[in-house]
């Protein structure tokens, strides 16, 4: 039991970091084309007060967009704000407060966001967690199936209304979910979806990052059978130095700080790819794909497996108090 529910789940990631450094080590990262400007455009970007989150922010707002940052630490959400709109010189950044690990919170920050009237754009779940000790959310939630996920999928449910109504012919409303090379480790276990069974860190972080992907064509099939002008993709920025990587085992750490320093990709290079995704005329239109390194890549099979995304979105829905649309 041990050694199904922990030792391979673990391995099976750490064989996914390896072979994407591998990939790093030969292939130069993204390099981002000049981008058109987004005036009038508005776009939120969960977890974009630090690394990939800040750079993503940072660099729509250069763009000329209005990007509303939302993270639960206010002080390191204004600080990254007034950078922001310091280098933009006007304000098209702010911060606004919401705690992915409650729903709670997701539906307070909609509701917030929804009585000022604007437009929604762009929607980049960024924010993430990975390889925490067991933890529950206040709702009994496991933490990296709540922040990773399901506070996404309630957060892109509650404004899809608007994000359809913002998108029009040949200028889309587009929706970017951060995913991981992890995803390929990962199983859905929709009867424990929770970890409540057997715990492993890793087995929870790789399942969180494969329901982003099975979220993302299921999603994108029903915006394309209505006619809505959203398109929906996921994202892999790679390897990245940020802290994300700070849960890691002791042993895993002491390896990683030399490795990070040649091989990993910078917070401003993984945030490419959502840049990308969120502004780039050649995604104009174009939904359900998997990005890597600017890439169109095939996810892993089970993430295509119909079957699995529509049982995936119904549990989702009733976890989250949703009606299955």
């Keep these: 039991m041990w050694l199904q529910s922990v030792l391979v789940p673990l391995l099976r990631l750490y064989l996914c970091g390896i072979r994407v450094l591998v ?4 292939n130069k990262s993204f390099t981002l084309p000049v981008l058109p ?9 969960t977890g974009g007060t630090r690394g990939m989150g800040f750079e993503t922010a940072r660099h729509l707002a250069s763009l000329g967009m209005r990007v509303i940052i939302a993270g639960n630490e206010r002080e390191e959400g204004s600080t990254a704000m007034r950078k922001i709109n310091q280098e933009c010189g006007q304000d098209r950044a702010e911060f606004v407060f ?26 980049v779940n960024n924010a993430g967690t990975m390889l925490v000790p067991e933890t529950r959310t206040e709702e009994g939630f496991e933490l990296h199936f709540c922040l990773n996920y399901l506070s996404h999928f309630l957060l892109t449910n509650l404004l899809l209304d608007l994000l359809k ?8 409303s587009r929706i970017i979910n951060m995913s991981s090379a992890t995803h390929y480790a990962g199983v859905v276990n929709l009867e424990d979806l929770n970890k409540r069974v057997q715990y492993s860190s890793h087995s929870a972080y790789s399942q969180s990052k494969l329901a982003l992907v099975l979220f993302t064509n299921h999603l994108q099939e029903q ?14 920025p790679g390897m990245v130095d940020t802290a994300l990587y700070d849960n890691l085992w002791t042993l895993a750490q002491m390896m990683k700080r030399p490795v990070a320093k040649t091989l990993f990709r910078t917070p401003a290079e993984g945030a490419s790819i959502s840049v990308y995704a969120a502004a780039a005329p050649d995604m104009e239109g174009v939904g359900g794909c998997y990005l890597y390194n600017g890439q169109r890549t095939r996810s892993s099979d089970l993430s295509y497996d119909s079957e699995l995304q529509a049982r995936l979105w119904k549990k989702s829905c009733e976890l989250v108090g949703l009606q299955e649309a």
């Design 23 to 26: 990939y790093q080590l030969f």
């Design 37 to 45: 400007r987004q005036n009038g455009r508005v776009a939120i970007v």
């Design 98 to 123: 919401a705690d992915l690990t409650s729903l709670k919170s997701v539906r307070q920050f909609v509701q917030a966001f929804k009585d000022r009237g604007l437009p929604l754009h762009v929607l």
């Design 165 to 172: 109504r913002s998108g029009r012919q040949g200028c889309c």
């Design 223 to 236: 915006l394309t059978g209505g006619g809505f002008h959203v398109t929906v993709n996921a994202v892999d």
